[in-house]
C-alpha cells in the first residue's frame, strides 16, 4: 500500500483544541520509513532533518 493511502486510514482521537487529530500506528509509522527509504532514496540524514523542522514548527 502506497504512503499517501495509508495517511488518510489513521485513528481519530478527539482533543480540546482541536476536533480531529490522527496518530499513526507501530505498524504504520514502520511502513512508512521503508517506503521512504526504499522507494523514495532518503537518507537517515534528511528525514532527521524533516523530523527536527516538523518539531520546530509545531512549536
Do not use: H, W
Not at 486510514?9 to 478527539?14: A, L, V
Not at 534528511?46 to 512549536?59: D, F, R, T
Amino acid at each position: 500500500m502506497r504512503l499517501i493511502n495509508r495517511l488518510f486510514s489513521f485513528r481519530p482521537i478527539k482533543t480540546m483544541t482541536t476536533p480531529k487529530v490522527s496518530y499513526l500506528t507501530q505498524r504504520q509509522a514502520k511502513d512508512i520509513d521503508e517506503e521512504l527509504f526504499n522507494e523514495y532514496k532518503f537518507s537517515v540524514d534528511q528525514l532527521m532533518e524533516l523530523a527536527g523542522l516538523s518539531c520546530a514548527a509545531a512549536i
